[in-house]
C-alpha cells in the first residue's frame, strides 16, 4: 500500500485511528476447515507429531460441539467454511522482516528496532498468523527468560510447550477454545526461570490484517518459582465491512511465590456507527496459580470489537494465592462486549478482588459475567467484588450477572454493585468550566474508571485515556 | 454605548412554566452587583440561563456581553469567553481529583483559543498560590470534585475554581448559604482578591450581613416575579432588612 493510500483511509476513518491495510504478499491457506487444512498447518510449521495429533484431536472433539449461544450477545451465524485459518506475510529473506510490515508497527506505535526502543518494554508482534519479530530477546536470554513466538518455542523448548500445553486451557474447555487448539496458528511463549524478576514489560501486539482470515494466537506465560513478569498485550485490526472472528487463549502458570501481571488493551475494529463490520472476539484466557503464595492479576481495557466474550480467569490452588480482575468495558454504537471473570478458589487463604468498570453508550449491550467459586478446601478464601456500569445515553443496556457458589462454610464473598448515569447537570458543570461535551464525558469516564486505569503500566494507561475518549467520540448530542 | 455586560428584556421558561419576565439589567466592568428577592423570584434561573444551561428555554430578549451576543453561544463558548458560575449545589464528579479537573478545564480553554496545553510546572504554580490564599488543602485538591465535602467546603473549592479560571464575570450563586462564618469570610475574602477593574460579579444572595460586609456591592437590584423591581445601592439593603420583599413583590404583580 502506497502512503498516499493509508492517508486517504485515514480521513474516513476519523474515530478507528488504526484501520489502515497492509498491502504486503500473504501465504494463505486455502479457505475452509478439515484435518488437511490442519495437516497444512503443522507442516508449515514444522511441527512434532504429538503437537498435530493435538490438534486432530482438537479438531475431532469440535466437530462434536455446538457453537455457545448462552452470552447475551446477538450475531449472524458463522460459517467456518469461509474463513482462511493460516495466512502469513511471505518475506524474501527469512532474517529480514517486510519494510511494509514495519511501516505498518511505527504507525501502530510497536516499536520494532530494539535501538529505536526508549521505554523498556520488549515487543513480539502477531501479524494475522505468524509472529514477525521478538526485540530484546538476547538480553533477555542472559537471564534465561525465554521470550519467542510459540512456533519458535516449539522448536527450540519442545519438553516445556508439550507439558504445559492445554494444561490450564484443555482443548475440551469450550467451542473456541476447542477451535483454537486446532488450527492455533502463532502467539507468544514467555517462560521466565525460578527466582527471576523480568527487568522490562513484555509485550505482545497483535494485529490482523489479511481479508476473510481468522486470527487463532495462543499465548502461554510460565513464571517459575519466585518469579515476576508484566505483560502487555494489544491488538488492532483494519476496519473491513465484514465480521473477523479472533479466538485466541491465554494460558498461564504462577509457581510458589511468582508473580504475573497480564494487561490488555484491545482495540479490535469495532465496526462502524451503524454496526457494519468488526471483530468477534470469543476469547479464553486463564491463569493457574499453582504455587503457594502465587499472585496473578488480569488488567483490561476493553474498548473495541463488534463482540466480546471474554472471561480472563484465575484458578486459586495454591494456599494463599491471590488473583484479581481489573476491568473496563466500553461500548459505543451497536457493539457487544459479555465479559468478566471466573474466580476459582481452590486452596486455602486464597483471595481474589474483582472491580469491573462497564461503560455503555450508543445502542450498545454490556455485560458482566462473574463466577466466584469457593471449593470445599478454600478455608478462609475470601472474594471482594464490585461492579459498576456507567450508562450515556437512554438506548443503550447494562447487565450485571454475578454468581457465587460457596461450598466452604469459612469463605466469604463479598459483591457490591452500582448503575448510574452521566447526568445532564454533571455535563453542565463540566461544561461551564470550559470543556466541551465530549471532554467532559470523557473526563468523567475516565474518573469512573480510575480504579481500573492506575492498575495498568504507565505507557498502556495514557493510551487507555486516550482510547476511552476515541471509543466514545459522538455518544453525546 | 453599551454596557460590559448588557440584559435587555430577558425572557425564559423551564419546562411550560415561565421564570423570567422581562428581566433588563446592565453591569459595567469592574462593578459588583447585587441580586436578592423572593424564593422563585428567578434569581437562579437567571444565572443558569446567562451560562446555558439547556434545561432552561429563552423566549425572548438580549444578552450581550463584551459585544458578543452571548444567547447564541453554547455553554462552553460563554464560559471560555469569562463568564464563570459559582453553583450552590455543585454536583460529584467521581474519580476525578480537582486538581484534574482544573487542569482539564484549562487546558480546554487553551486547545479552543489554539494555545498549547499548559506545562506541570506552570500549571503546580497557579495551583499552589491559589490554594494557599483561598486555604484549601493538598488533600482537597486531590479528592475527587464534591465528593464528600461539606457545604462549606464545597463553596470554599468553587472559589477556588473562581480564582483558577480568572474569569471575567463571576456569577455566585448563594455563596454564603450552608456556610459557617468562617468559610463565608473565605468566600468574602475570594471575592476581594479577585476584585479588579476588568472583571465584574453578580452576587445572588439572600444575607444582607454578608453582603454589607463582604461583598460591598456597587449596586443592588431587587427582583421579583422574574424582572427587576428596584434598583439602587446598598441603601436598597436596609429596606430590605426593614420591610422585606412583600412592598417589592406588589409592585411587581401591579
Redesign the interface.
Known sequence: MTQDKVSALEAVSDTYHYGFETDIDAETAPKGLNEDIIRYISAKKNEPEWLLDFRLKAYRHWLTMTEPRWAKVEYPPIDYQDIYYYAAPKTDKKTEIDPELMKTYEKLGVPLHEREVLAGVAVDAVFDSVSVATTFRDRLAKQGIIFSSISEAVQNHPDLVKKYLGSVVPYTDNFFACLNSAVFTDGTFVYIPKGVRCPMELSTYFRINAKKSGQFERTMIIADDNSYVSYLEGCTAPQRDENQLHAAIVEIIVMNDAEVKYSTVQNWYPGDKDGKGGIYNFVTKRGLCRGVNSKLSWTQVETGSAVTWKYPSCVLMGDNSVGEFYSVAITNNYQQADTGTKMIHLGKNTSSTIVSKGISAGKSQNTYRGLVKMGKNAENARNFSQCDSLLIGSQCGAHTLPCMLSSNPTASVEHEATTSKI????L??????????E?SVS??V??????VMQKLPMEFAVEATRLVAVTLEGSVG | MTAWLEINDLRAKAGDKTILNGLSLSIDAGEVHVIMGPNGSGKSTLSNVLCGNPHYEVTGGSVTFKGEDLLKLNVEERARLGVFLAFQSPVEIPGVSMATFMKYALNARRKAAGEKELDAVGFMKRIKVRAQALNVSDEMLKRPVNVGFSGGEKKRLETFQMAMLEPDFCILDEMDSGMDVDAVKVAGNGVKIMRSPERSFLVISHNIKFIREQIMPDKVHVLANGRVVADGGVELLDEVDKNGFAGFVKEAVA
Do not use: H, P, T, V
Open positions: 447526568s445532564d447537570e454533571q453542565f458543570y463540566c461544561r461551564q468550566r470550559g470543556l466541551n461535551a471532554e473526563l468523567i475516565n474518573g469512573f474508571c480510575k480504579d
